[in-house]
Every structure is written in structure tokens, then in C-alpha cells.
């Protein structure tokens, strides 16, 4: 008897938790590599029954009966599959279902057997291919080329047999068969050349053990194919040391276009070739290929292409122009050539190509964005702004937008400008609109017009009351229109009139970095200072207070509150940075600062403060090398001034006076006033340049 199930169907025999017990059990005892031992189909279906039912104890049993002939596995159907008798079809199509099962649980070899079986008694192209492909993955090449015989026997032009072939016989080493099969193989290829180079390229690329190289080698001794010369161009062209192979190159390269003048790949391969030397040569080349005025306009499209990709722009356009010509209405070039313009700082060129490229709705975001920042830069700003109001929503669209406010603020049309971004502020989500509120904000404030600029914020916060952006776009008002004094009184009334205790922190840790960027800082330091003592559990309003004890040089009051701050959270990395550093400033436990700092680089190595620590705790140590080394790139990240300094001092540590004289001379042409360079180049007078 045969078990089967009405549901699920057959495909789905196995449960997915019980396919590794099946394997090992069924597939294991029943077959062998190449089926030579084989049971009745009566011992097979009675076995397969068992252990099908202990795979799918979970599945509830419906039926069980012997099926009708139609309720097995369906096959395409094969003149000699109507000869066999009930006990063979049916093995067969098993080994069909396990072959396929096989296959998707990466059991290679099981699925070979099976399939190379199947296709033994069918004579099947599909069953065959399969057999070979999977012998092939396997690196069983023996077993790869006998399905292949199979597969030539019952579908002789079939191009995919003849590469598996010859991928395999080369993988043995089998020179002679693999040239044969190559030569099978050439006329069954696209007759397109770039499609045809393009399958050859795939096959020699399939399987590493296949050299390829060697191979297209013999075969073009002498040289006889353009393709396979072009062929084995690329691969030296691509292989780790192309130089070293560059004459070869070059000699399989000329050929091939002395056969074939327009081959498309090879020009292509030759500009790469060239250009391992100079992009120059590859440039002069490419456009020595437009002058010959060979080329189809497709091919003319793709050397442009190629050139523009290269930025070679003035060669590209002569490309376009030509393709232009006979196509005037193809938008890809046309964007090309728009494009080439822009590149060339011929705005009003490009403006026109955009134009109409926007008009006509083609890469509509991009090209109407373009429009208006060329028309804007030759003036045309009735254009410019026409092209702004055309960007769709996407990514350009708030660098549009803005764009056309600041465009619209500099030729005096403020409200115009308002008025504009508010329209674009109901169109985006909330991020964004907050972006264009503040740039509203900066706008009126820019312009002088504050209260309008208050009355924005305020209406603002009647909506959303709680939300910390807009307290900050209050507060960065306020320290714009108002003296210090006022200021502070404003933030502490401010922070009254709010009840939500994070948003009180907020206000407060906003307002004192609006104070020291007005050198501050002893209110600054009050001002959180008073806030910690109604919240002293606060661990961002207890590192703020620290950091702000720094400028005033409270080191005591710094240390003890840094080290508050760990207790209360022992990962806040910004907090042993900042402790690290502090101490390696003050020049004291400087084991222990090491160790903080590099505790906080193992979670933050691309944070330039701390790669700057790193810098300054080791020359603190002495170990001068180790500190240029995260000096400087910490100085390739950011130069900022304490930086600058640190950097500065270690140069001169080492001897290397001039380089350190650079560095602080840029540092004080940027920032003259800056204290921290002022106090280092105090300390070092012989470099002199406080005098200057």
C-alpha cells in the first residue's frame, strides 16, 4: 500500500521540522551515488510511507488508499516515460521529488544521483541541466560532464550545456575538450558583440578552479576571435596585477577592434587600459573614437556615457550633441547634456536644458531643482523661482524650499518668503517642519523683524506647548534682542511658567549654552548650578554644571562633580572623557586618566574630543608618538583651536618647531581671539607669535 494525504498536497509530504530525520534516514539508506543498487518500487513506497508518517507525526492523517495513477507527482511527459511500467514510473517520479528535496536542503550529491537517474530514463533536458548544474557546484566534474552528454543528446543547441561542459573539463584540465566545446559554443551566442563578450565573461567567472586565463590564452594562439581575445583582456585587466600583463592587453585589444572597429566593450576596456597609466591617455583616446564618427548613435550614447562618467565633460557633449541630432526628443541625453553643462559652470545652458526637462516632467525632483539653482546663479530669478515652485516633494524638496525663501528674503520679498514656508510646512512631517519653522525664525530675525518672529513662536506653542525645539527657538531669540542680564531673568521666568520637569532641564541646559557662547560664564555656571541643587539626581544637569566649572578653572568643584556623575551612571563615556581629560590637564593621576579615556575610546573611537584626550593624556605620559598619532587625527577630523594646541605642543615636544609654528599660526589667523590658543602660545613665547 501507498500512503499519501489529501491535504497538504504531495509537494508537501514533509514537515519542515522532521526534513533532516528523512534525509538521514531515507536518503542515506535507499540511495547511492549513482543508483546502482535499487529496490522494487514495492519495498520503496512501502519504506518512503513509513518514514514519511514518523516525519509528519504533527499532520493529522485523513485518508489512507491506494492512489489512482493520477494522484502521483506530475512530470513533463517523455515518449519512453509511456514504456515503463507502473513500478518504474512510479520510482521515477519519486526520485524526481527527492532530487528536488535534496536540491533545496543543499544535499548535492543526493540531487545529482536522483536527477542524473531521472534523466537516464527520460532522456529529459530539464532533468539533465539539473544533473549537470549540481555536479558542477560540487566540483564532482566527471559526474558534471556525463549529464551534460545527456543534455547535448536531448537539446543539441543549447549554449548552457556547452559552457558547463567546458567549465568542467577545464576545472580537470582537459584543454583539448575544452577548446572543442568552446568552439561548439561561440556560434550558439547573441550575436550582439557586448552580449556575447558578456556570456563569456559569466562563464569565466563561474568556477575558480577553471583558469581561464591560461585557457583564452592557448585558444588565441594565434589570435582568432575578437570575443575571446576581448575576453581574455578583461580578465588580465581585472586580475590583481593588470600592469604587470599591460602589453598583452593592449595586443589582444588592438586586434579585436582591427576586426571589429565598433566593438563597443573592447573601446571601452582599451580607455581602462590607458588609464592605468593616465586618465589623460584614456580621455584622448575615447574622444579620438567620437572624431572617427564611426560609432552608431547608440554607441556614440555610450562613449559619451562613459566620458561623462569620467568627467570629461567638454568630450562628453560633443557625444550628446551628435546623439541629439538624430534624437532630438531623447530626455536621458538631453539630462546628460544639461548635466555636462552645470559641471562646466555654464549655468545658463544648463538652466535652459532643465527647463525644458522639467516642463516635460522628465526626472521632474532633479531637474527643476537644477533649473532653479542654475537660473539663480546667472540671476534669471523670475526662472529661478518658477523651478523652485515646480520641485515635487522628495529629496530635494526642503533644500528647495529654503532655497527659494532665502532667494525670495535677498531681492526684498520678505513676506513672500514667509509666506512660502509656511505653505511647504504643511506639505512635510514633523521633523521637517520644525527645520522650515526655525529657518522662518532665522529669516524675520535676520531681518530685524522680531516680533514677528515672537509671534511666530508663541503661536507655535500654543499648539505644542511642551515641545523643547520650540523653547529653544524662543530662548535663541531672546539672547539675539537681549542683553545678558535680561536674558537670564527671561530663561528663569520661562523655566516658572512650565511644569513638565524634563522640559525645566531643558530650558536650563539651552540657556546655559546660549551664555557661554557670550563668554558667560559665571552666570552660565549659576544658573545650572541652582538648577542641580533643586535637582540633584539630574545627571545631565550635574555633567552640565561640571563642564561649566571648566572656563571658571572650579577644577575642585569639576572633579567632585564628574565623579558624582559616574557613580550615578558608570557607562556615561562623555563623563570619563571629560573626567580623563581634566586630570591629564591638571597633569595628576594620570594612570587613572588613562584609563578613563581609554575606556571611553573603546565605546566612542571616532569621537574627536576624546581622540584629542587620547593625544593629550599620552604626552602627558611622555609617550610622545602615541600622541601625534591621535593628535593628528583628531586635527583631520576638526581643528579646532584646543586642538590646534595640544597638537601644537606636541610637535614642539618632539623637535619639530615648524610644524608646530604652522599649526598654531593657522589656528590664530581662524580664531584670534580664542583664550585656549592665547594661554598656549603664552607658554612657548620663543615661537613668537603673539608679537604678530
Known sequence: MYCFFTKPPVSNFLCRASVSYFHKTFIGIFYTRRMKTRFSAKTLLVST??????????????????????????????????????????????????????????????????????????????????????????????????????????????????????????????????????????????????????????????????????????????????????????????????????????????????????????????????????????????????????????????????????????????????????????????????????????????????????????????????????????????KAYSCYEMVPLGRYYMTARTELAQLYAENDMLQRSISSLRQAQRKVGLDDRQRLLEFEINLLTQSGDYQQASRRISSALQVTPNKPFLFYLKLQLLNQTQSVSEFVESVQSIEQSVNEQSLKNDIILIAVNFLQGRNSYLLAYQLVEDAVAKNPNNVELLYSKALAAEPLEYYSSMERDLRQVLKMDPEHYHAKNSLGYTLADLNRSLEEAKDLIESAYQEQPDNVAIQDSMGWVHYRLGNYDQALKYLEMAYEQEATPEIASHLGEVLWAMDLQERAIAVWQKALRTNPNNQYILRTLRRFPEANLLDH
Open 49 to 382: 510511507c513509513c518514514i514519511l508518517l514518523a516525519a509528519c507525526t504533527t499532520t493529522q492523517l485523513q485518508q489512507i488508499e491506494t492512489p489512482t495513477e493520477a494522484s502521483l507527482p506530475k512530470v513533463p511527459e517523455h515518449p519512453s516515460v509511456a514504456e515503463l511500467s507502473a513500478e518504474d514510473r512510479s520510482q521515477l517520479y519519486f526520485s524526481i521529488l527527492l532530487a528536488d528535496i535534496a536540491n533545496k536542503q543543499k544535499l548535492y550529491d543526493v540531487a545529482q544521483s536522483n536527477y542524473f537517474y531521472a534523466a537516464e530514463q527520460t532522456g529529459s533536458k530539464e532533468l539533465s541541466s539539473r544533473a549537470a548544474m549540481v555536479a558542477l557546484i560540487e566540483r564532482d566534474y566527471s559526474n558534471s560532464l556525463e549529464a551534460t552528454e545527456l543534455w547535448m543528446a536531448s537539446a543539441p543547441d543549447d549554449k548552457n550545456a556547452y559552457k558547463i561542459a567546458l567549465i568542467a573539463s577545464l576545472a580537470q584540465n582537459k584543454r583539448l575538450d575544452a577548446e572543442g566545446y568552446l568552439y561548439k559554443l561561440m556560434p550558439l551566442l547573441p550575436k550582439n558583440e557586448d552580449e556575447k563578450l558578456y556570456e563569456l565573461l559569466r562563464m569565466a567567472s563561474f568556477q575558480e578552479e577553471a583558469d581561464f586565463i591560461d585557457f583564452f590564452y592557448q585558444v588565441n594562439d594565434p589570435l582568432s576571435s575578437p570575443y575571446i581575445a576581448t575576453a581574455e583582456a578583461y580578465l588580465r585587466l581585472k586580475s590583481d596585477k593588470p600592469l604587470e600583463h599591460y602589453d598583452r592587453i593592449q595586443q589582444l585589444l588592438d586586434y579585436s577592434l582591427s576586426e571589429k572597429p565598433n566593438f563597443l566593450s573592447a573601446i571601452e576596456l582599451k580607455g581602462e587600459a590607458l588609464a592605468l597609466h593616465s586618465n589623460q591617455q584614456r580621455q584622448q583616446y575615447l574622444s579620438s573614437i567620437l572624431q572617427n564618427n564611426q560609432l552608431t548613435i547608440e554607441q556614440t550614447y555610450k562613449i559619451g556615457e562613459l566620458l561623462y562618467t569620467q568627467r570629461s565633460f567638454k568630450e562628453a557633449l560633443t557625444a550628446f550633441n551628435r546623439v541629439l541630432e538624430a534624437k532630438p526628443k531623447d530626455h536621458q541625453t538631453l539630462f546628460l547634456e544639461a548635466s555636462s553643462y552645470y559641471a562646466m559652470e555654464n549655468y545658463q545652458k544648463s538652466s535652459e536644458h532643465f527647463w525644458q526637462l522639467a516642463q516635460e516632467n522628465y526626472k521632474k525632483e532633479i531637474s527643476s531643482y537644477y533649473c532653479a539653482d542654475s537660473a539663480a546663479r546667472v540671476d534669471d530669478f523670475i
